[in-house]
């Protein structure tokens, strides 16, 4: 399979994005750019936990309601949310329906606010982890989304496996897997280059 593909609109793209425009839009102006931002970050990484087992697509498609769903991933809201909500969230069709999951965003979110307290903000922990160096191109996991699964586990997370946690960081641009030929590997280089978040090395 070809790693870069041809758009009908003139544009090289990483394959995987195919045709659908959802997806080539989400890989054109989202996928690699770093982001400093906690909710977007928090969402992020509670989304790809429901994508385990599923494809990422299929996730994309149900973002909106995800967002409706969870209080815009709030945070502070997210960690409030009680058994009821639970009861509504499993009979919510617009989201992914998986007990373990739903659970999981919440005590997540609960688990999040004590990194907010110790680090000021979950952006500067999160981008604590991220690589100096590019990682091995096509790697599924590294050294830093292991020891970032691990942490996070270690401070109450779930579903925060080596795998969905490089996933995560390849999206929010801790690290920039567009490949060679692609029309948006050098751009997001770039940014990475000028991005900052206060953050404290771990």
Not at 63 to 90: I, M, P, S, W, Y
Not at 180 to 189: E, F, M, Q, S, V
Request: hydrophobic share 40%; glycine share 8%; with cysteine.
């Amino acid at each position: 399979m070809a790693r870069t593909r041809l758009g009908d609109d003139g544009h090289r793209r990483c394959a995987w994005c195919g045709d659908d425009p959802l997806y080539v839009r989400y890989h054109d102006e989202e996928w690699g750019v770093p982001v400093g931002d906690d909710r977007l970050l928090f969402e992020k990484l509670c989304l790809e936990g429901f994508q385990s087992g599923l494809s990422w697509l299929t996730i994309l498609r149900k973002r909106e309601h995800f967002r409706a769903a969870f209080a815009g991933f709030d945070v502070d809201e997210v960690a409030r949310f009680t058994a009821r909500d639970v009861r509504r969230l499993l009979a919510d069709a617009g989201i992914v329906r998986h007990r373990g999951k739903i659970e999981a965003t919440i005590a997540n979110a609960r688990a999040a606010l004590p990194i907010v307290a110790e680090f000021g903000s979950l952006a500067g922990y999160l981008w604590g982890f991220a690589p100096t160096r590019p990682p091995p191109r096509l790697a599924t996991q590294t050294a830093q989304s292991v020891a970032l699964s691990k942490d996070l586990k270690r401070r109450g997370w779930r579903f925060v496996g080596p795998t969905t946690v490089h996933a995560f960081m390849q999206a929010m641009g801790m690290v920039n897997d567009h490949l060679p030929g692609c029309g948006w590997r050098a751009a997001c280089l770039e940014r990475r280059r000028d991005f900052a978040v206060p953050r404290k090395r771990l």
